[in-house]
């Protein structure tokens, strides 16, 4: 019993999504940032970090799983309604797309390079390049 259990377990955890962090430019005078402040600026509606620099958001691909697990593990929305909301900001005039990135050697080039720069990668692949944002 105790096999099926764990047989189970591995193969519930290795379906899991990956472990995501949001990232930013390693200079950010930001350091924590709020689940709510978050989903504005990945939902395109916040476009300037409190000390007045200008955000420029990088994503990956809808269909990267990376852009899945951080869409729904940390801003806690389908990444379809994010691609809504951007449509809703490109085509009402208001705003534009983030950035897409393909790789996450890509993210971290642009994040580490553009100030004011906010993305995302798995936890596992953070270099000492970019600066990890805590959420709370």
Same mark, same amino acid.
């Given at each position: 019993m105790l096999t099926a259990f764990l047989l189970t377990a591995n193969s519930y955890a290795d379906t899991q999504d990956p472990a995501m962090v949001a990232i930013a430019f390693p200079s950010s005078s930001e350091k924590v940032i709020s689940k709510s402040s978050l989903r504005a600026i990945f939902g395109m509606r916040l476009k300037k970090w409190p000390v007045d620099t200008?955000?420029? +958001?990088? +994503?990956?691909?809808?269909d990267a799983p990376e852009h899945g697990a951080f869409s729904k593990s #940390?801003? $806690? +929305?389908?990444?379809? $309604?994010?691609?809504? @909301?951007w449509d809703r900001q490109v085509f009402s005039g208001q705003g534009q797309y983030p950035? $897409?990135? @393909?790789? /996450? $050697?890509?993210?971290? !080039?642009? #994040?580490? !390079? /553009?100030p004011g720069a906010i993305g995302? #990668?798995? !936890?596992?692949?953070v270099t000492?390049? +970019?600066l990890i944002l805590q959420i709370r």
């Open positions: 200008p955000v420029k +958001v990088f +994503v990956m691909k809808d #940390i801003l $806690q +929305v389908f990444p379809h $309604q994010l691609r809504l @909301a950035e $897409q990135v @393909a790789s /996450t $050697q890509e993210m971290l !080039s642009k #994040i580490s !390079s /553009t995302y #990668i798995k !936890s596992s692949e000492n390049n +970019v």
